[in-house]
C-alpha cells in the first residue's frame, strides 16, 4: 500500500523525517512475531479469545499480541518493548477482552489483580509499567509517576496495531463506522496531547506512529468512497 506525506505548516521537517521513516519500513504490514519458547505455555491460550466481539472483526489475542511485536521489531523498539507486548494482555486470560467501547473504570482494578495473579515474576514490572502507563495516557494524572519511555511505545504500537488490523478489515468489506472512526481520532488525539512536554526518542516514535495512523485510515476509507 503506497501512503505518501508531505511536510506542511503542521507538520515540521524532522517530524516529517521521521514519519517517511516509518513509512519506508512498511510499519503498517503486519507481520506474525515467532512466539519465544519462554512465552509459549503463557501466551498459548490467548489463541482462543476472540477479540472486537459482536464486531465480525475475525482476530484472537495472541495474533494480535504477535502482530504488535512485530510491528514493534520493524521499529526497532528494543528488547523490553518487545517483551512488555508479550505479557501486555496475559491477564485477559482471566478478565476477557472488552472491546475499549464497553470498558468501564472498574475493569482497571480486576486487570491489575488478574496480572499479579497471571503474568510471570519476573515480567510483573513490565505489565505494571503498560498498566499505569496507559490509564496516564487516557487522562489519569495519578499515573503519571509510573510513565516510562518504554512503556509509551508499547502502548502506541499496541494501540496502533489494534487500530489498523480493525479498520482494515472494516475497508476490505466496504463498510464504515462513525462511533469506531471518531473513538479512534479521539483517542489519538488525547494520547499525542499527553505525550507533549515528555523526552525520549522512543516518546517521538510513538506520537509518530499515533499521528501516522490518522493518515493511514483516511488512505484506507478513501478506498471505498
Do not use: C
Not at 510471570?120 to 490509564?135: G, S, V
Not at 489519538?188 to 495512523?213: C, D, H, M, P, Y
Request: glycine share 4%.
Amino acid at each position: 500500500m503506497h501512503l505518501e506525506i508531505r511536510p506542511d505548516s503542521a507538520l515540521d521537517q524532522a517530524n516529517w523525517h521521521h514519519l517517511q521513516n516509518l513509512l519506508a519500513r512498511e510499519i503498517f504490514t503486519p507481520i506474525y512475531a515467532e512466539i519465544p519458547d519462554f512465552m509459549k505455555v503463557f501466551t498459548k491460550p490467548l489463541e482462543a479469545i476472540q477479540r472486537f466481539r459482536d464486531s465480525g472483526v475475525k482476530d484472537n489475542v495472541l495474533d494480535h499480541i504477535r502482530r504488535s511485536v512485530g510491528m514493534a521489531k520493524k521499529l526497532e523498539s528494543g528488547i523490553t518493548v518487545e517483551n512488555t507486548l508479550w505479557v501486555h494482555d496475559l491477564a485477559e486470560q482471566i478478565t476477557g477482552d472488552t472491546p475499549v467501547l464497553l470498558q468501564k473504570e472498574d475493569d482497571g482494578n480486576a486487570e491489575l489483580m488478574a496480572i499479579h495473579q497471571i503474568v510471570p515474576r519476573q515480567f510483573i514490572p513490565l505489565a505494571l509499567d503498560f498498566f499505569h502507563t496507559q490509564r496516564f495516557l487516557k487522562g489519569k494524572e495519578e499515573h503519571s509517576s509510573y510513565v516510562t519511555e518504554n512503556a509509551v511505545l508499547a502502548n502506541a504500537v499496541d494501540r496502533t496495531e489494534g487500530n489498523t488490523h480493525f479498520h482494515r478489515w472494516q475497508s476490505s468489506q466496504g463498510s464504515r463506522s462513525q462511533k469506531h472512526d471518531d473513538y479512534t481520532f479521539n483517542e489519538i488525539n488525547k494520547f499525542t496531547q499527553r505525550l507533549v512536554g515528555l523526552e525520549g526518542s522512543k516518546i517521538q516514535t510513538a506520537i509518530s506512529l499515533l499521528n501516522l495512523q490518522k493518515t493511514y485510515m483516511i488512505h484506507l476509507y478513501g478506498q471505498i468512497e
